[in-house]
């Protein structure tokens, strides 16, 4: 395991953006005050939209219209306050239409529906209009872009809608990522966030459950800026809305799921990058904590019902209880590897899940849980590495890579109905 672990509301102009077609708003053709700025800066992540393959994963999914009429909307616009809702409004509907896409509900192009790389490429080309665009009074281009990432990821739309007695079940995934080395990657985690927002699914014991999901970038920045306790504390909050049970979901180890048994606190994954291509500025040698994380444990265990996971879903995939971590123990100042969980007074290096975004992600949730929900159980799930893209670099599926993120994505379902129980 330790092997592996290395290896691996401004309703008028959006209201006609229906699940089925994306309408512009009437008067968001005239573009007489609209500017843009094509020569303005891209991040490292939107520079990649220079790859044709990017818009063919747009197109294919039927999501064109809303990189084309999103510049025209943005020129429409004539206040900073204006600006924000339709932000909000247009992030919406793109995460609606996503989840539509992977549910089977909003049929376009020829990708298969569960694909979550369209969302992640046409809300990138959708920043990039926002960051050229020129409007005519000053805005705050940064918090207009969080409230479009916000919304575009599920996080202004996840409360729950469900009956008495029917048990709550919140998860995240993550974007794809590693797209340097192949801009083709999916990531099931995201894909399985897609699928079963909103489901209602029955539970092994018997009884009904109501998953909600957002899907989180693959960013420091935004981990650095709350986005991990923006996502949670509503559901963790109390009252009617809270979540029964919570895990965080991300792609793992080859040919196998892992529920992480421990989460760690520290940053240690460098040189290996994020999308935007930013280090975290720890080592293996030299972990960090993430800016502004305050105080807290240096590991947190989960408490999923981890047993009954394992012992009743083997199949496609194995699934495992993975115990390892990496600390440095108490008086000493180098790391070292452990089967079996941390020792007492041990510095993190890496929990179960690693040193990167999808070990914090679980400290974070697993963090704020215990501060104001410890009651709730929570955890981290790792999902088999997707794999099977055709040979061909200018073939974006094939028919093993869609049996292969297919039948992770169903075993995520199977998973959580065993997650999901009562204690």
Do not use: K
Not at 221 to 238: K, N, S
């Amino acid at each position: 395991m330790m092997l592996l672990r290395r290896a691996a509301s401004f309703a008028v102009l959006v209201a006609a953006v229906l699940p089925l077609a994306v309408t512009a708003p009437a008067h968001a053709e005239d573009t007489s005050s609209c500017r843009t700025a094509p020569s303005r800066p891209l991040d490292a992540e939107q520079a990649r939209l220079t790859d044709a393959r990017t818009t063919a994963l747009v197109e294919r999914a039927g999501f064109g219209d809303f990189v084309r009429r999103f510049p025209a909307a943005l020129c429409a616009v004539r206040s900073p306050a204006e600006a924000g809702q339709l932000l909000d409004s247009w992030g919406g509907a793109l995460w609606q239409a996503a989840v539509r896409r992977a549910q089977g509900q909003r049929p376009g192009g020829d990708l298969p529906a569960g694909d979550d790389r369209p969302l992640y490429w046409t809300r990138l080309a959708m920043t990039t209009a926002l960051a050229r665009w020129e409007p005519a009074f000053a805005v705050d281009r940064a918090s207009l872009r969080a409230r479009f990432e916000d919304a575009s990821r599920g996080l202004a739309d996840n409360a729950f809608r469900t009956a008495p007695g029917v048990r709550r079940v919140f998860i995240s995934g993550f974007d794809p990522f590693g797209l340097d080395a192949e801009l083709r990657r999916a990531n099931p985690s995201g894909s399985a966030a897609l699928g079963l927002n909103g489901r209602r699914i029955t539970l092994a014991d018997g009884s009904r459950a109501e998953i909600r999901a957002v899907v989180l970038p693959v960013r420091y920045t935004d981990f650095d800026a709350g986005i991990v306790e923006r996502a949670f504390a509503p559901r963790l909050a109390g009252g009617p809305g809270t979540a029964d049970v919570i895990t965080t979901i991300s792609q793992g180890y080859p040919g196998i799921f892992t529920l992480e048994a421990w989460a760690g606190r520290s940053r240690s994954a460098d040189p290996y990058p994020d999308n935007t291509r930013s280090l975290s500025g720890g080592t293996r040698e030299h972990p960090v904590t993430a800016p502004g994380l305050g105080p807290g444990a240096e590991f947190i265990r989960t408490t999923l019902p981890t047993d009954a996971a394992t012992r009743a879903v083997q199949s496609p995939y194995p699934v495992l209880l993975n115990t390892a971590v990496t600390e440095i123990p108490a008086g000493a100042a180098e790391p070292v590897d452990r089967e079996d969980g941390p020792t007492p007074g041990s510095r993190a290096v890496e929990g179960g899940g690693g040193g990167y975004l999808s070990n914090e992600v679980a400290y974070r949730s697993n963090r704020l849980r215990g501060d104001i929900a410890p009651h709730v159980p929570g955890g981290h799930l790792h999902t088999p590495v997707l794999t099977g893209l055709p040979a061909d670099p200018n073939l974006l599926t094939g028919p093993e890579f869609e049996q292969n993120e297919t039948a992770i994505t169903a075993e995520v379902r199977t998973i959580l109905e065993h997650l999901g129980v009562r204690p």
